[in-house]
């Protein structure tokens, strides 16, 4: 097995960190894994020692910290494989979505990748995985082919949804609840280029573009996938020169069509008035990251949400009256469609995700004001809420149990508490998004 580490050792604070800074692990042990049989003698390590596994690849979603527990880091795990005759890859637990992008654009395929290409490409399938194309394609784990996984009898298995059903539905959807994923086989789609880029608008089309944008989406096709972003940015040097002192509205936009379309697609968008920037174009799958342009430096940031079946007047005034980062995601489409290989992931009804970000957060930060501060939108627009929470957009203390069940189906998550008995009774993986055993 690789070397373990203590908090003695000099590599310990290096290998525990992660992309979210808001709070870190402090494991009693660290197991940085270089291959699936390293993930294998960890867990059996940890199960002998009753230690609790957490796992890390890139630190994006972390939930709860590794206080005490055996955390694997599997960020040394990064092979990928494209099988294009199949149309598929093997991405292996440390993967980041460049990488797989990279490699598939070879073949004139892309995965489903989502905002940013520096999250890890397993976590984000195993928890659901809304991308770039979600309306066209649905969630990442409806291309999962097959889990490699390490369960909590330290037994390493190839869980497909012919040979195991059960587990695979668990697996996919219930993330780190049912093992340590070593690699995914998933499809791949044949997208080389898409119509897609970003609409940057002013303090004062900030609303109207809000607005827009909520008609627009009432009648795109699926091949259309976008979000708006509203963005108060601070009068400082350390903003970007055209929005600085700003509250901009990011549209972004990612349409599988041919351009032509697409450009008549956006006109009523465009017809808000003038953006402060306007790169919406031909762009090659692998320039995808520009849509979002998320932030690639870790930072502390706090985030909640709610998915909603519309966005009347009200919810779209709550939106802007909030004291946060706002985002909003047009769901529907493919997200709605049944899969070919069943699988837990839950809120296929919901029409948007309207998430709150406070970035920019200290180690440690009180964070009882900001707490307070998304409440309020919360419940402003609870009235269209479906109840749901998206598993991969759960983060820190919003990780808690009573959320993680709302990302389910009732009677799914009854049936996952159920196979969490049958193969992880002592709830092993627990330092997770958990499901606690039955
Ligand atoms: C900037 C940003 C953009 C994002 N954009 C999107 C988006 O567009 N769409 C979307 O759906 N999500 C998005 N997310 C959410 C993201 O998908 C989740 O946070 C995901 O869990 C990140 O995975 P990671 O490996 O990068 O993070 P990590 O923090 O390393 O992993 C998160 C958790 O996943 C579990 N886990 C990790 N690896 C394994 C494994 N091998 N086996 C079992 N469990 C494992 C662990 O419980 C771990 O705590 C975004 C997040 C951020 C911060």
Redesign the pocket.
Known sequence: MSSTLDQHDSAYDAERA???TLASHRPELIVPAASADD?RQAVSQAAARGLPV???????????AAEGGLL?T?GAMNAVTIDPAAGTARIE??V?WEQVIEAAAGHGLAPL????P???????T???????M?RRYGY?ADQVRAVE?VTADAELRRVTPDGDPDLFWALVGG??NF????ALEIGLVPVQRLYGGALYFGTDLAGPALRAWRDWTRSLPEEMTSSIAVIPFPDSPHAPAPFRGQTVAHVRVAFTGEAAEGEELLAPLRAVGPRLTDTVGELPYTGSAAI?N??TKPSG?YSTHSLLRELPEEALGALLGARAVVEV?HLGGALTKPQSAANSVGNRDALYYAGMLTPGLAPGSDLTAVRAAHEVVTRALSPWATGGQ????L?GDQARPQNVRRAYEPADYERLTRLKTTWDARNL?R???NIPPA
């Open positions: 992660g992309f979210q993930i957490a796992v890390q690849a890139t630190g994006h979603g972390l939930p709860v694997i599997t637990a440390g980041r990748s989502g905002s940013s520096v999250v890890g490409a397993v976590s984000y195993l928890g659901g995985g809304i991308g770039l979600a990442a996984v993330r780190g093992g340590v994923a070593t979002h998320d932030p940031y995601r998206v598993l991969n957009f983060y993986f330092l997770n998004h």
